[in-house]
């Protein structure tokens, strides 16, 4: 109790102190401001979120006396920027708590706050904190000002006798007051990822979430788009683009309230998550990343871009590998010899890596299919003699580098692992199980169980230093959900779990910084910020049919940078040509998963003359800025170009995808250009012994005139496809 007195006292001597100086916080970037304020009642208010405010004295203008009071003070002079549960607030909370004495309300006030430099940016912390119980929230906000996107997250703790529950934790609260909202979401399944779909915002809750556990995204996204005053467009318009960090299970609330004021709530998903939380542990959320567009999604995108390279991407300014993978062209049917001739044909494609997929451990129960041998990481005696040695050793004699698949978080109950270590997996003894893909979750909230699957890179690497690069599969959702791990504490589970698994991904990367990864999760099923920094790039779907890969990839790019996004050539769509697979695939991060032997003598010789032009283009396709030109989603062809930071380069993408008879065809502005400066145009990524048919191959126009002009490069023919490198003069 006397605790409690001195703590009251304190925070009422903060209260005055604050609304004294009317305490005002100011998070800028370049375009954008967000200004907080502490109200005369002691709490904190949005009090501005949108184009950045160039006078001083317009920031004091925004200043308003804000004080608690009816619906219309609230709405119309700010908005409590992480309101409580319980209070005088009537619509969704951003934090829910059940104190020891079974009270459900919490009432947050200023205490303090601090600033700081980050890297690229400056880090704004401000401490709110209960005035009835010891309940303590930092809020945190870094501006990246070049990069116009800002970071935020908050960490909950508490000094209560006895463990808390959260209920709800939001990672912020953002408010806009618009005449409408359109939001533009994306949604997945196996094969069918990032697909757009759009929606006017009417009074009440929209949610978007996911209760998938593991591979969360494989049905949604954790990225959306909002639309204010009008739909989402590319180059038009004011748009909030928003991503959350978390592999887990979240939940975006999209809430227009009853005077039409929107606000934003990104969160992991409380859903059977009802956290204990123990007194001095800290609740962090994850982060949520945001840009406000003033020019429509394809500058939000650059943003996103921009700083993912710079502030959160694995090796974000680094160069990325090509490779071949024999997933496609073997499956589970291979052996030492096999791959070794693969691996030469790595090398004579001119790709810089073989990697090597699934079915390459395990010996009691042999992976042969996905029903067995997950969990046992031995290599398969009977099939690889040599064990990944040999292979190594095989990589290194045809000239390429060596990568492999592991799904070390996941189990078949038919393996070794399973019969030593039932109680690692997450399943309920006393129910049914269910399976999916024949396999269960590692239940990662277990530090033993971390340690393992840390284990299964260390053990690899420590016996195979010179492997190159680790594909990083994740299958399977949680089934059977129950924790042998936290028994009592089973609405810990969801959350602690992927805490386990960043844990994991953060050993790795700090033991071996400079092995590449791919993030992958039975296709796009993980496509987070938070794995990213820990990952140089992630599988964007399973399905490489390269009409399919345009919606896929035309999607991910609203918030990915290509260097991200890997693409690979494939017997996917058998119709298409290799050209059209190939020159598809050139637009992400490039690979191969097709056999030579099924191509012609041209079409090898073009996919080698393509390979060697995206190494020589990476600055441009993997560095520069991206404009998305034309959509595949209102029109029957796709086109982006790229272009260098110098804007000494560019390079444009453009394809037929299914046009109809005699259509009008229009040409292609570029943008993004040097006006001033002359550009000539060349064809690349041509069939041996076909020369172009456009019109401006070999020409020399302005940037000014590509950009307004344009260039003809669309035609009848179905999915058909043009590389053109521009080059400055």
């Keep these: 109790m006397k605790q409690l007195i001195v703590s009251a006292a304190l925070l009422l001597s903060a209260l005055q102190v604050g609304a004294a100086e009317k305490k005002v916080f100011r998070i800028s970037t370049e375009q954008t401001d967000l200004i907080l304020q502490v109200g005369d009642n002691g709490r904190l208010y ?29 709405s119309q002079r700010g908005w409590e920027v992480y309101s409580g549960s319980g209070n005088e607030e009537y619509f969704e909370p951003a934090i829910a708590v059940t104190h020891n004495d079974g009270n459900n309300s919490t009432y947050l006030y200023y205490v303090s706050s601090s600033t700081e430099a980050v890297d690229g940016g400056t880090k704004t912390t401000i401490n709110l904190r209960d005035d009835q119980y010891p309940v303590e929230v930092a809020l945190h906000y870094v501006a990246y000002p070049k990069e116009n996107v800002i970071k935020t997250w908050s960490e909950i703790k508490h000094q209560e006798k006895r463990p808390v529950t959260l ?75 928003g991503t959350l960090g978390w592999t887990g299970n979240f939940r975006f609330t999209f809430e227009v309230d009853n005077v039409g004021n929107l606000r934003v709530i ?37 943003n996103l871009h921009n700083w993912a390279r710079n502030y959160s991407l694995k090796d974000g300014k680094g160069s990325r590998l090509t490779l071949l993978n024999n997933w496609e062209n073997t499956g589970f049917d291979f052996d030492q010899e096999k791959l070794a001739e693969l691996m030469k044909e790595a090398k004579h494609l001119g790709v810089d890596m073989f990697l090597l997929d699934d079915g390459w451990f395990a010996n009691k129960y042999p992976r042969k299919d996905d029903k067995a041998g997950l969990g046992d990481w031995e290599v398969t005696h009977s099939k690889l003699p040599g064990g990944v040695p ?7 004699e045809a000239g390429v580098k060596f990568g492999i698949w592991i799904e070390p978080e996941m189990v078949n109950p038919k393996s070794e692992l399973f019969e030593k270590h039932p109680d690692w997996a997450i399943h309920d003894e006393n129910r049914d199980r269910y399976y999916y893909r024949n396999q269960l979750v590692l239940d990662l909230s277990n530090p033993e169980v971390q340690d393992y699957v840390y284990g299964v890179v260390e053990k690899l690497m420590k016996e195979n230093p010179d492997i190159a690069f680790f594909k990083w599969d994740c299958n399977s959702p949680i089934t059977n959900i129950y924790s ?12 602690d779990h992927v805490r386990g698994v ?11 910084p400079n092995v590449p990864m791919m993030l992958c999760s039975g296709g796009g099923a993980r496509c987070d910020y938070e794995a990213l920094k820990y990952f140089t790039e992630f599988w964007c779907s399973d399905n490489t049919d390269p009409v399919e ?9 609203q918030f990915f940078p290509a260097k991200a996004m890997c693409a690979h050539v494939t017997s996917w769509n058998k119709n298409t040509s290799v050209k059209f697979r190939t020159d598809m695939a050139s637009m992400c991060k490039l690979g191969f998963d097709i056999g030579l032997k099924d191509m012609s003598a041209d079409e090898l010789t073009y996919c080698q003359t393509a390979v060697a032009n995206w190494k020589r283009l990476q600055p441009a396709v993997m560095d520069g800025d991206q404009y998305r030109l034309v959509s595949p989603y209102t029109s029957n062809h796709m086109a982006v170009n790229y272009v260098t930071k110098d804007l000494s380069k560019a390079v444009l993408f453009a394809y037929d995808i299914y046009p109809r008879f005699q259509e009008k065809l229009m040409a292609v502005k570029l943008q993004g250009l040097d006006p001033h400066k002359m550009y000539k145009v060349e064809e690349i990524n041509l069939m041996p012994g076909v020369a172009s048919t456009l019109e401006a191959n070999g020409k020399v126009f302005s940037g000014d005139y590509l950009m307004k002009v344009g260039l003809n490069v669309f035609g009848y023919a179905t999915t058909q496809s043009h590389v053109i490198e521009l080059s400055a003069m």
């Design 484 to 495: 042998p791990y936290l028994k009592e504490k089973q609405g810990n589970l969801y959350i």
């Design 167 to 241: 209920t709800t934790y939001a990672s912020t609260m953002l408010y806009f007051n618009s005449s409408s909202y359109y939001l533009t979401e994306f949604s997945s399944d196996w094969a069918k990822e990032a697909q757009m779909s759009s929606q006017q915002l009417q009074f009440g809750k929209k949610v978007i979430d996911t209760k998938l556990g593991s591979r969360a995204a494989m049905h949604t996204h954790p990225f959306f788009e909002v639309g204010m005053g009008q739909p989402v467009a590319e180059n038009q318009g004011e748009v909030l683009m």
């Design 390 to 396: 040999a292979l190594v050793d095989a990589a290194k």
């Design 46 to 74: 949005q009090t501005y979120l949108g184009k950045k405010l160039l006078n001083e004295i317009d920031i004091q203008n925004l200043s308003w006396d804000i004080h608690a009071g009816t619906d219309a003070s609230v």
């Design 266 to 302: 990104p969160a992991i998903n409380p859903y059977a998550s009802y956290y204990e939380l123990k007194k001095d542990e800290v609740f962090k959320t994850p982060e949520f990343i945001f840009t406000l567009s003033y020019e429509g999604t394809s500058q939000g995108s650059r």
């Design 549 to 557: 890969r345009a919606y896929i990839q035309w999607g991910f790019s």
């Design 502 to 512: 960043y844990n994991v991904m953060k050993r790795v990367k700090e033991n071996y």
